[in-house]
């Protein structure tokens, strides 16, 4: 039996789209790893529920709260059919000491938290919502975009995730996503949005901010 297979039959669990893994406030005995499916991670606010990241294969999450001993800090929704180990205090410590792999990933991963900390507070920071939208999508497709056969990113959010996470109502949202649809930088499907050139569409963003800078917006 792989190695892989082995800590399924050991800690694995399956579960489908619409399952709350955890919701914020909640005790945390346990943390996930994601093998499969996608998970979003959510956080109340005055405004609403506010998508702070949709989760892929190799993700963990869930780890906050067994070591620093606090509630949890968001809710984890299963949004694609998704098989996980689920790991208490001691076995994720025991891990961590016996693997030093385990433990520089979490390093690198606590450590990628803090920038995309950063990130999201520069985006709620921008008033216009062309800015907020484009600097959305563009983090998302940096952290959990897949790539296409004709090199363009799929990035699986909804219109209402990506709204939650930027700060705007899907109304707004649309407005921006209908300039974007009509200059062919971004598709809106089913599965989510796909960027058809990420470069592009950073570009796109200096322009109208040399625009607005120069008040020819």
């Known amino acids: 039996m792989a190695e892989g297979d082995n800590l399924f039959a050991r800690f694995g669990k399956t579960c489908p789209a619409g399952t709350v893994l955890f919701r914020e406030g909640d005790e945390g005995a346990t943390m996930y790893v994601l093998q499969s499916g996608r998970v979003r991670i959510s956080k109340g606010s005055q405004d609403g529920t506010k998508t702070l990241a949709v989760l892929g294969p190799g993700e963990f999450f869930g780890e906050m709260a067994i070591l620093n001993r606090k509630p949890r800090t968001a809710t984890a929704e299963v949004v694609e059919a998704a098989r996980l180990l689920v790991l208490d205090a001691k076995t994720f410590e ?30 709620l920071m921008h008033r216009d919502p062309k800015a907020r939208v484009i600097l959305g999508l ?13 090199g363009s990113v799929l990035v699986p959010l909804t219109r209402d995730d990506l709204a939650a996470q930027v700060g705007l109502t899907p109304e707004e949202v649309a407005d921006v996503l209908s300039r974007l649809t009509r200059l062919r930088m971004v598709e809106e499907t089913p599965e989510g949005f796909v960027i058809q050139d990420v470069l592009r569409l950073s570009e796109f963003l200096e322009f109208l901010e040399m625009r607005e800078k120069f008040g020819d917006a």
Not at 95 to 104: G, T
Not at 138 to 150: F, L, P, T, V, Y
């Open 94 to 123: 025991a891990m961590v000491l016996s693997n030093v792999e385990i433990a520089v990933r979490l390093i690198k991963k606590l450590a990628r938290r803090l920038d995309n900390a950063d990130t999201l507070i520069e985006i």
């Open 138 to 150: 563009s983090r998302e497709a940096e952290q959990g975009g897949i790539e296409q056969d004709d």
